[in-house]
C-alpha cells in the first residue's frame, strides 16, 4: 500500500524481467499502490500513515523475527481508536483480497506463457492425462469410451465460511479484468486510463460495504451461487469441452475420436434450496425457489445468445443456399419484415428466441429483457432447442458455413445439451434422524405401530419393506401432522411437482446425512412413495419382481443416496450398503438406473470425530470396503466426496486428492462438493475456474484409466496400509483425548477462538450449532475448522501426527527405528494417498502461526486451563513439524513447492496485523458485553471483529 513516484505510475509496454515471478511482484505492488491513494483520498494522511508504519513493522516482524518489532506492533494496535481500527482492517483485508486477484491473474499468465513456448503438457491438463492413458494398450479405445460413460460434477453448496459479499465479489471481478487487459501492449495514455479505471474499481470496494448486517436468506445464497454461472461456468464449461474434442482429434484422430462429444459428462449441481439438513430455512418453496432462478439464469443466457447469433447470421439465400429443414424453420418464424425475406438464419432465430421466451415465461421469469416478435409456443423440452440449433448447424455445414458455427452456434448447442432448462441438478438432503420422526408420526396416525422409533432394525426394514409393496398411502387428508412432518412431506410432493416442469435432471438425488442403518435408506424410498415418487410393486415385497419389470414398479424418481459421516459411520459403511443391495427390491432399482449406486462420504464430521489423520484413514478404508462391496453386488459405486475448503475437511488440491483415491474408486464417476469461499476461489476468474474444471477431468482420467506407474501395490502396498492403521489408532487417541476427554478444552476452544463472533457473522443461512451448547460435540464442522483457522492455529489440519509417528517409531526401540523411518518415505514415494496427506499437511503447517495462536490463547480467562492446554498444543505442534521433517528430508515447509510457499509468505505480513487486531477487538468486546456498555459502540467493536474475519479468510484462502 505504499506510494509511487507519478513517474512509474504506468508499466512499461511489455514485460522483459528473467523472474517469471517478477510480473506477479509487480501486480501486487500496483494494486497495493493504488490501494493506498484511495486510503489517502477517502480516510486521509494521518490514517494512511498509520496503516503504513503498521505494515512496516509487520514486515520487519515477519521477515526478522523481531521481538522489538511484535512490542511495537502491539503497542501500535492497543491505541488505536474505534474508527482507525475499522479503517486498518478494512485496508489490510482489501489487500488481501487485491493479492488473490493478482495470483489468479499470475496462473492465467503462466499457463499462456507455457503454451506459447510450446512446452510438453502440464500435469492436470487434458492433454497429458490423454498422453499417459494413450501409453497403454488400448488406451486410446478406452479414452474415448471414458466420455461416453463418464459423470463428474461440481456441487456447489452454501456453508457459513463464504465472507464475500456479491457487491464486493462484483467489482473484484472487474479489477480482476482491468489486471488482465495490461497483458497486451499499451500505449502510455491507454495505460494511464486502465489505471484510472483500476483506481476507481478500488474506491468502489472501498466505499461499499463489506459486510452483510443482516443474516443472508436462502434466497441470497441463491443468487450468490448463480453469480458464477453468469462469471465461469455458461461459458467455460462448454469452451472446455470444446478443448477436450480438441484434444482427444490431436491424439487419438478425428475418425477414432468420433467428434463431436454428444454425452453430457460433465454436469454441474447444487445443494442450495434444497438442503434441509441442520437448516430450518429450507423447504418445498426454497426448492422451487431455487430451480425457477436456475431456469431463469440458464434461459436468459440463451435469450442473449440467440439475440448475438440473430446478428450475427446475416446470410442471405440471394448469396448462399440452405437446407431444406432451416428454411422451414425460417418460414414457421413470426418475423415477417419484407427486410430480412432473403435471410432465413436471422427469421429461423426469431422464431428460436421466441420460443424460448415463451419457455422463460413459463418457467417462472419475470421478465425478458427483449420483447420477441410475436408470441410462440414454448420449448417443452431442451432436446428441442437444441434440435433447432442442430438445424441451423447442418445447414452452415452444408453450404460453406463452417466457418460460422464455432465461434457461437457450437457453444450455445453445447451449453443446451449439458445445462438443459434447469441448469444445475438440485441435490435434496435432509438428516435420517428427520425421516424417522416423520414415518414415526404417519404410522402412529394410521394405527400400523405406535412406537416406531423404538423397533429394533430387523424389525424396521421388514415394516418399510411391507409398506413400499403395498398400493395404499399412510397419508391421509382427514388427519393433521405437525409443522416438521407437513414441512417433509411438502419437500417431497414439491419434489415431484418441479420434475414435471423442469425436467427429471432438476432433481434427482436424495442425500441421507447421518445414515447409520438400512432403515435410514428406506424410510426415503417409503416418503417418495407418499408423494408419488415410488412406484409399489403390485405383489409382496418377497416376489421376484420378473413381472414388474416391464412397467416400471418398485422404481424410484429420485436416487437414495447414503452419507457416511462420522468415523463409526464410515466403518460401517460397506457392511450397511451390502446389506442394502442384498434387497431384491434395490436390486431391481439399481438395474433400472444402469446398474449404478451413488454414496457420499464426509470430510467434516469425521475430523472432528477423530482428527486429521483418521479422518484420512478411515475415509480411505471405506472406500476399499465399499469397493469390495459393490463388485460383489456387480454393482457400480459413484462415490460423492462431501470435501471442504480447509485439509482438515477433505480441502487441498483437487488433482491430487482424486489421484490419490484408492484403487478402483474412481472408474470415471465422481461428484465432489464446492465449498464456502472455495467458490470465490476458484470460480471468480474465468481463466482459473476453466482450468480447475479440466483439473477435475484430467484427474478422473488419469485416476481411471491411467496405468500406475512407481505405485506400490500387492504386498508392499498392503504393508503401507498396516503402518498407517497403526499410525492412525494412535493419532485418534490422542486427538480424542484433547478434544473430547480433555476437561474444560471445550471452554479453552469458545474462549481462544472467534467461534462466538463467527456465530454471529451474517454469512450463511444455516446455524453454526445444532443446539445451544458449547459441546464440541454439538457444534457443525464447517465452523469448527473456521474457527481454528482464524486463529491461525489450524489444529484440524495436523493435530495427532506428531504424537503417532514418534510412537510408533519408537516402538520397535533403536534397531527399528532406521527401518521404520525408511517405511515411512518409501510411502511417500510410493504411495500417493500418503503423499497427499503429507503434502497438505505441510501446507497448513506452513500457514499456522503458534505465536500468533498464543495471542488468542490469552483470551481464556482461566489461566491454569489457558496454561496447560496450550502448552499441548505447542508440543503436539513442535513434534508434528519435526516428524514431517524426518519423513521428507525437508525442514523448511513446502520446500517442494516454492510458488506456495512464496505465495503465502507474501501474504503473511498482512495477516498478522489483521489476527492481532482481532485479539484487541475480542478483548473490547467480550469486556463491553460484560460491563454492558453501549449498544452502539459494542455494535462498531462487533463488525471490526467480522471484518477482520474477512480478511483473515480472504488471505488464507481455504479456510471453511
Known sequence: MSATPASKKTRPPARTSPDPDEPLREDIRLLGRLLGEVLREQEGDHVFAIIETIRQTAVRFRRDADPAAAAELDKLLKKLSQAQTISVVRAFSYFSHLANIAEDQHQNRRRRARLLAGEAAQPGTVARALERVCEAPGGARRARQFFDEALLSPVLTAHPTEVQRKSTLDAEHAIAGLLAAREAPMTPREAADNEAQMKARIATLWQTRMLRYTRMSVADEIENALSWYRITFLRELPALYEDIEDELSAHLGQRAARLPLTQAFLQMGSWIGGDRDGNPNVNADTMQLALSRHASTVLDFYLEEVHALGAELSLSTLLVDVSAPLQALADLSPDASPHRADEPYRRALTGIYARLAATARGLGAGHVLRREVAPAAPYGLPEEFTADLQVLTDSLLAHHGALLVRPRLAALKRAATVFGFHLATLDLRQSSDGHERVLAELFAKVGAVA??????????????????????????????????????????????????????????????????????????????????????????????????????????????????????????????MQAFLSLPLVQRMVARRGGLQEVMLGYSDSNKDGGFLTSNWELYRAELGLVEVFNEAGVRLRLFHGRGGTVGRGGGPSYDAILAQPPGTVNGQIRVTEQGEIIASKYSNPGIGRRNLELLVAATLEASLAPESGQASGERLRQFEEVMAALSDKAYAAYRNLVYETPGFADYFFDSTPIAEIAKLNIGSRPAARKATRRIEDLRAIPWSFSWGQCRLLLPGWYGFGSAVSAWLDEGGATQRSKRLALLRGMLREWPFFAALISNMDMVLAKTDLAIASRYAQLVQDRKLRQSIFKRLAAEHAQTVACLALVTGQDERLAGNPSLAQSIKNRLAYLDPLNHLQVELIKRNRAEQEQAEGEQEELRVQRGIHLSINGVAAGLRNTG
Open 451 to 576: 412406537d416406531y422409533a423404538a423397533l429394533n432394525e430387523e424389525a424396521k426394514v421388514a415394516l418399510l419393506l411391507d409398506e413400499l409393496a403395498q398400493p395404499r398411502l399412510l397419508v391421509s387428508p382427514w388427519l393433521s401432522y405437525s409443522a416438521e412432518t407437513a414441512t417433509e412431506l411438502a419437500v417431497f410432493a414439491g419434489a415431484r411437482e418441479v420434475r414435471k416442469r423442469y425436467g427429471e435432471a432438476a432433481v434427482r438425488n436424495y442425500i441421507i446425512s447421518h445414515t447409520e442403518t438400512v432403515s435410514d435408506l428406506l424410510e426415503v424410498l417409503v416418503l417418495q412413495k407418499e408423494a408419488g415418487l415410488f412406484r409399489p410393486a403390485r405383489d409382496s415385497a418377497n416376489n421376484d419382481g420378473d413381472k414388474d419389470d416391464n412397467d416400471g414398479a418398485g422404481s424410484a424418481a429420485l436416487a437414495v443416496i447414503p452419507l457416511f459421516e462420522t468415523i463409526p459411520d464410515l466403518r460401517q459403511a460397506a457392511t450397511i
